[in-house]
């Protein structure tokens, strides 16, 4: 398996440089042809953000975003179960994306609540306001 890091993703996701984006295509197709391409989970929060703040993508458009990219065969992301999860409430929700994960692992771990000072995550189930 092979990785790539957020540069790449965003490239493929949002195709604002034909360049970058063919050498981008070209190379997670020859990976996912193979052994397979990996994605971190700070990658996946990294690519939100970016798509959020530079892009100006709204809440949908940057899940359906994540979605797409998760559901490429042969793409690997790490704890794609909490990623779905932690998509899933920010595609419903008012938080970050960073913001879901960090509770959706929480859950996972069986430690909740989590505390937190954001108001706009606090209202999600699991997390408690400070």
């Not at 070209?26 to 193979?34: I, M």
């Amino acid at each position: 398996m092979e990785a790539f890091d957020t540069n790449v993703i965003v490239r493929l996701l949002v195709r604002d440089d034909e360049d970058q984006y063919r050498r981008a295509e070209r190379v997670l197709r020859r990976v996912t042809a193979g052994s397979g391409a990996w994605v971190s989970s700070v990658v996946l929060a990294e690519v939100a953000w970016v798509l959020r703040g530079a892009y100006k993508f709204d809440r949908a458009t940057t899940a359906a975003a994540l979605r797409r990219l998760i559901a490429i065969e042969g793409v690997h992301v790490e704890d794609e179960a909490t990623t779905r999860l932690a998509v899933a409430a920010f595609a419903a929700g008012s938080a970050d994306f960073a913001d879901y994960f960090i509770l959706e692992s929480a859950r996972r771990d069986g430690a909740l609540p989590l505390h937190t000072f954001d108001e706009r995550l606090s209202r999600a189930d699991g997390a408690k306001l400070v």
